[in-house]
């Protein structure tokens, strides 16, 4: 069974493609639309795939450049117009190579037995488009996407991790992990997270307070936060929220960004980078007889040097939200 099926019907813009992911629903969902699993599966194994930008929103933008094994570079982009988690995504795709040559895709996720069925509408430029793309081996990509997304998940070990104290993740090297244990109920835990008010409490490493903070709690919403530093200077950060499962877990994505919520590149607050880097934090809430232990995951750290400041910037924010929880 190769696990995907392609349909052409004729003189139409349009192809169907269903694929039959052998893991839940809520796991491929991940897979296809977190910036840290995009490379894992996303174009030919034998090719590298980078995430430039991705926010999974209506509205949000993408951007992914693949380099094949001979340093060429071919970039993709397009806009989210539908986004409903775990079910539904709508997006365009336009390659770099061919300007205003834009396909619309429908991913409907069904899961069945344990497994997922994606069906995928996709209504190319022209008809024209459509054959000249099915000439470019369009049958082999779908078969080496499904290939590889189960190759993925089969190896995630869905829905447990490991769980590693201030560890970076030697798969990818852009990882870290982080798990405290708080003497103070879930519920506690959670509203200091969720609450702006309760999260300006303790949100910015030690000596730093901060001035600011606004959530749209909802799958979609977004947030803008701000940290301002010994010597007045502040900081601020933005992104959606991907996932909220209440008391139990938070995924959102987070950029630097500037005092209206723009996103910006490091280099705006002095730090290296020209480019705006869109990371992904995951917050996982136990309880653990009537205390509560939280594990951060976040992904999209670029460099030693910043995984390292972030894992002492989240330490030190953690100690302070101790304070809070007495």
Same mark, same amino acid.
Not at 110 to 113: A, F, I, L, P, V
Not at 219 to 237: A, E
């Given at each position: 069974?190769p696990?995907?099926?392609?349909?052409?019907?004729? $003189?139409?813009?349009?192809?169907?493609?269903?694929?039959?992911i052998?893991?839940?629903?809520?796991? /491929?969902y991940?897979? =296809?639309?977190? &910036?840290m699993?995009?490379?894992?599966?996303?174009? &030919?194994?034998?090719?590298?795939?980078?995430?430039?930008?991705?926010?999974v929103?209506p %509205?949000?933008?993408?951007?992914?450049?693949?380099?094949?094994?001979e340093?060429?570079?071919f970039?993709?982009?397009? /806009?989210?117009h539908?986004?409903?988690?775990?079910? !539904?995504? /709508?997006?365009?795709?336009?390659?770099?190579?061919?300007?205003?040559? /834009?396909?619309?895709?429908t991913?409907?996720l069904? +899961?069945?037995?344990g497994?997922?069925?994606?069906?995928?509408?996709?209504?190319?430029?022209?008809?024209?488009?459509?054959q000249?793309? =099915?000439?470019?081996?369009?049958?082999?990509?779908?078969? +080496?996407?499904?290939r590889? !997304?189960?190759?993925l998940?089969?190896?995630?070990?869905?829905?447990?991790?490991?769980?590693?104290?201030?560890?970076?993740?030697e +798969?990818?090297?852009?990882?870290l992990?982080?798990?405290? @244990?708080?003497?103070?109920?879930?519920?506690?835990?959670? %509203?200091?997270? @969720?609450?702006?008010?309760?999260y300006m409490?303790?949100?910015? #490493?030690?000596?730093?307070?901060? #001035?600011?903070?606004?959530?749209?709690?909802?799958?979609?919403?977004?947030? =803008?936060?701000?940290?301002?530093?010994?010597? %007045?200077?502040?900081?601020?950060?933005?992104?959606?929220?991907?996932?909220?499962?209440? =008391?139990n877990?938070?995924?959102?994505t987070? *950029?630097?960004?500037?005092?209206?919520?723009?996103?910006?590149? #490091? *280099?705006?607050?002095?730090?290296?980078?020209?480019? #705006?880097?869109?990371m992904s934090?995951?917050?996982?809430?136990?309880?653990? $007889? %009537?205390k509560?232990?939280?594990? !951060?995951?976040?992904? $999209?750290?670029?460099?030693?040097?910043?995984?390292?400041?972030?894992?002492?910037?989240?330490?030190q924010?953690?100690?302070?939200?101790?304070?809070?929880l007495?």
């Open positions: 069974m696990g995907y099926k392609i349909e052409v019907p004729p $003189g139409t813009q349009d192809i169907l493609i269903t694929r039959h052998y893991a839940p629903r809520d796991e /491929v991940k897979a =296809l639309t977190y &910036p699993l995009i490379p894992k599966w996303w174009g &030919p194994e034998r090719s590298s795939t980078v995430v430039h930008k991705m926010s929103m %509205g949000g933008t993408w951007r992914y450049v693949q380099t094949d094994m340093g060429k570079e970039a993709f982009h397009g /806009v989210y539908d986004v409903l988690a775990p079910e !539904l995504l /709508v997006y365009s795709s336009e390659f770099e190579g061919i300007p205003g040559n /834009v396909t619309l895709y991913d409907q069904t +899961e069945k037995d497994d997922t069925i994606i069906t995928t509408h996709a209504v190319f430029y022209s008809v024209e488009d459509r000249r793309k =099915l000439r470019w081996s369009l049958e082999e990509g779908v078969r +080496e996407t499904t590889r !997304l189960n190759k998940l089969g190896k995630m070990g869905i829905p447990e991790r490991r769980e590693h104290i201030m560890e970076r993740l +798969e990818n090297g852009e990882c992990t982080i798990t405290r @244990t708080f003497d103070a109920p879930r519920d506690q835990v959670w %509203g200091r997270w @969720t609450d702006p008010n309760q409490c303790w949100w910015g #490493p030690k000596d730093f307070t901060s #001035p600011y903070a606004r959530f749209d709690l909802r799958p979609g919403g977004r947030y =803008l936060s701000c940290m301002r530093g010994p010597d %007045g200077k502040d900081y601020c950060d933005t992104g959606h929220y991907q996932e909220i499962d209440e =008391l877990r938070i995924v959102y987070d *950029s630097f960004a500037d005092e209206s919520g723009n996103p910006v590149p #490091p *280099s705006f607050y002095g730090m290296v980078g020209d480019q #705006p880097v869109e934090v995951e917050v996982r809430l136990e309880d653990v $007889g %009537g509560t232990r939280m594990t !951060l995951e976040h992904c $999209g750290l670029t460099g030693g040097e910043m995984i390292d400041q972030a894992t002492e910037g989240w330490n924010s953690f100690d302070k939200l101790a304070g809070c007495r």
